[in-house]
């Protein structure tokens, strides 16, 4: 009995904290590995701006015009998302859970 609080301890730990930083780093390599030329991404600093050219591991970002940064493919956090295209997805779940609720 005294062994099985240690092991659902680890057990939570698990489920809690490593499982999903396993996750968030798998989808930020998927993410790495399909990122194009023309795709508007952040980087981890917070930058915005337009990849033009895409080399092994290093990623040149079109920060403004005929400004571009050489920086590490790792340094890409995201794709910028349009805050119109935000605004549309919310209108159609706000829709969706009217819908739901009559």
Known sequence: MAILLPVALVGAMYFFL???????????????????????????SGIYGIITEIEDEIVWLEV??????????????????????????????EEISEDEDA
């Open 18 to 44: 490593i499982r999903p930083q396993q996750q968030q780093m798998k989808q930020h390599r998927k993410l790495l590995a399909t990122i194009d030329v023309g795709d508007e991404v952040v980087t981890s």
């Open 64 to 93: 403004a015009q005929e400004l571009e940064l050489k920086l590490a493919r790792e340094a890409i956090q995201r794709l910028a998302v349009d805050p119109e295209v935000e605004e549309s997805d919310v209108d159609e779940l």
